[in-house]
């Protein structure tokens, strides 16, 4: 089992940053492929970033790519994902999730194994 733990969530202007961490603790060992995803009211779970078994860096291109970067510390076992330059429509609650296989579709949720409980994120105009 993979216990996954978000922090770094709030309300912040129009504008400004935040950095979201993800720890991880328990068989982390197993772990390949770390996910964000975001929901916000009465809208399905959307891709965010991920960070690939293969080291790759990927991001939702039409909504958050060039300003959020997602990055790893393997010593602290933990994820982080650097938002910039935030909108109003990035307002949501933020997930991370795990995958312990070899996914190739790194944006679909059905492949993470494990997820977080999610840490809210209030963007103000």
């Known amino acids: 089992q993979v216990q996954l733990v978000e922090s770094g969530g709030g309300l912040v202007q129009a504008g400004g940053s935040l950095r979201l961490s993800c720890a991880a603790s328990g068989r982390t060992v197993g772990v390949r492929s770390m996910g964000w995803f975001r929901q916000a009211p009465g809208k399905e779970r959307e891709f965010v970033a991920a960070l690939t078994w293969s080291g790759d860096r990927l991001y939702d291109a039409d909504s958050v790519e060039g300003r959020f970067t997602i990055s790893r510390d393997n010593a602290k076992k933990t994820t982080y994902l650097q938002m910039n330059s935030l909108k109003p429509e990035d307002t949501a609650v933020y997930y991370c999730?795990?995958?312990?296989?070899?996914?190739?579709?790194?944006?679909?949720?059905?492949?993470?194994?494990?997820w977080g409980q999610g840490t809210q994120v209030t963007v103000s105009s």
């Open positions: 999730a795990a995958d312990v296989g070899y996914s190739s579709d790194f944006r679909a949720p059905n492949v993470y194994d494990y």
